[in-house]
């Protein structure tokens, strides 16, 4: 048994407002926590209509409003496009707000595209560079004080916010192991690097104040549903997303049909069901048996599971299932 925990992105559905889908995370929070997962962590998007977590930190403070127990964060972060101080600050307040449940994964990728990234003042040559410096400037800057530190982060200073580094290749896997931070996979998207990732991970992760061994968070999509009739029906709003992606069409995040038949090409096909290979897509007994393997392969400390499903409703049917897995420990 291991915790469950839930990534969030603030899906804006097809027919619905970004108000109520910052709404539904703050009641897909309660419900989560009512569960017994163990976090959920929002993602920063920037530029998509079907995301809502674009202000990342003021969302996570949403819902962490709406929770008492839960821990909240972000999975992740995209440093590059930001100052340390900055996302010290926000999560040093976040902290001061709601004490010992907040986490700061991190990862490196724009999160957008570049015209976007460019926007947002990222800068696109140095960014993914300097971004081992800045995980350490911001170890600094929630941390304790050094006698010849300059600059404070206030709120942030001292909060010790628990530092994640997330990734999908193997860059973040040698650096969270020098580093000694835990490390998230972005499986539910990246399944090519998975095990490798790991393997480097475990291999030569050294000791740090806040980590004495390896810790492995591995990600899925997870649509569950009482038949897997339906579970496939639902997933066609993901698959249908992914091929928007690929075709660079914006949109909201698309109703479920009956088929893919005639949406997708054969390439595209191939593409997106390799994308999304590790998808945990069905009944109760067809999720346990994929998950079961999963898990088994991987021997993660922790899974995140996303669940794009348009209907809300369904989605917190989807959440309980996962729930009343018998591999999943409750926590709280």
Known sequence: MIPFSILDLSPVAEGQTVSQALDQSRR?????EELGFNRIWLAEHHGMPGIASAATAVVIGHVGAATKRIRIGSGGIMLPNHSPLVVAEQFGTLEALFPGRVDLGLGRAPGTDMRTARALRRNLDAGAENFPHDIVELQHLLGEPREDQAILAVPGLEANVPIWLLGS??????????????????????????MDAIAIYRERFQPSQTLQKPYVMVGVMGVAAETDQEAERMFTSAQQQFVNLRRNVRTKFPRPVASMEGIWSEAERYGVEHTLRFAAVGSRETIHQKLEGF??????????????????????????????????????
């Open 28 to 32: 897909l929070a309660q419900k989560a």
């Open 169 to 194: 290749s193997l860059y973040s896997a040698h650096l969270a192991a020098a580093l000694g931070l835990p490390y998230a996979f972005a499986s539910h998207f990246a399944p090519d690097m998975l």
């Open 295 to 332: 898990l088994a392969e991987t021997d993660a400390d922790e899974l995140i599971i996303s669940m794009p499903i348009h209907d809300f409703e369904a989605r917190l049917r989807s959440t309980e299932i996962f729930a009343n897995l018998p591999m999943m420990q409750a926590t709280h």
